[in-house]
């Protein structure tokens, strides 16, 4: 399996514009996470996706931010429009929730600048 | 939601000497997930832990969970530098994760 995929790996873009970050989880797995990383606030939780139904949005900033899973092998986080302070690196996790607790797998991240 | 602390926050030690990185939880743990990530990459599973008392071992890297299970440590002995790295602890079904315990190691 190829992993958890995550595009674009690097995002430079400037402020007030519309950003989209997407993943494609490991085939299979049913949970969905989105993270941010700072070195301010560390990881955090933004929203997390059981069988495409989003569970826990709590961690999701503002209305500026916005989730979607589609399908099982599909998400995009979206933010709109982009500020500075959104500057950060976002991880995209999957896991199968399916049987016995499972290991959760991340993918390699998508570093957004935002100027 | 599940609270976790780390300590320390961040460590630097001599190559070749041994290391505990603690991870404490508010609540009690039904699954607790170590996890190792190099600056700029992804986080790299390391370990998982279930039961009270628990202790699992890969290479030189030991992880246990206390028999209360609100309490893991995880172990580095002869340390390397390539054990440098971020060190993070998560659980809970919304899988949320401690600060971090920075880890370098001085050749």
């Known amino acids: 399996d190829a992993g958890v995929i995550q595009s674009p790996r690097h995002e430079v873009t400037e402020m007030g514009q519309e950003v989209t970050l997407r993943c494609k989880p490991i085939?299979?797995?049913?949970?969905l996470f989105w993270y941010r990383q700072t070195m301010m606030r560390g990881l955090e939780l933004l929203i997390y996706?059981?069988?495409?139904?989003?569970?826990?949005d709590s961690g999701m900033p503002e209305d500026r931010f916005s989730a979607k899973m589609p399908n099982a092998s599909f998400s995009t986080l979206k933010i709109q429009p982009s500020e500075p302070r959104d500057s950060a690196v976002y991880f995209c996790?999957?896991?199968?929730?399916?049987?016995?607790?499972?290991?959760?797998?991340f993918g390699p991240g998508t570093r957004l600048l935002v100027l | 939601s599940q609270e976790l602390e780390q300590s320390p926050q961040s460590l630097i030690v001599q190559e070749g000497k041994n290391l505990t990185i603690n991870c404490t939880s508010s609540?009690?743990?039904?699954?607790l997930y170590w996890y190792k990530q190099k600056y700029g990459e992804g986080l790299i599973f390391l370990m998982m832990l279930q039961k009270g008392g628990e202790e699992k071992s890969h290479e030189k890297i030991t992880a246990k969970l206390d028999e209360k299970k609100q309490q893991s440590s995880l172990h580095i002995t002869a340390s390397q530098p390539s054990h440098a790295g971020i060190y993070l602890c998560?659980?809970?079904?919304?899988?949320?994760f401690g600060a971090g315990t920075r880890l370098t190691v001085k050749p």
């Open positions: 998560g659980a809970g079904n919304d899988m949320r």
């Open positions: 609540k009690t743990l039904y699954g």
């Open positions: 085939s299979g797995h049913n949970s």
């Open positions: 996790a999957s896991r199968d929730d399916g049987g016995a607790r499972e290991t959760q797998y």
């Open positions: 996706f059981n069988n495409n139904v989003p569970i826990d």
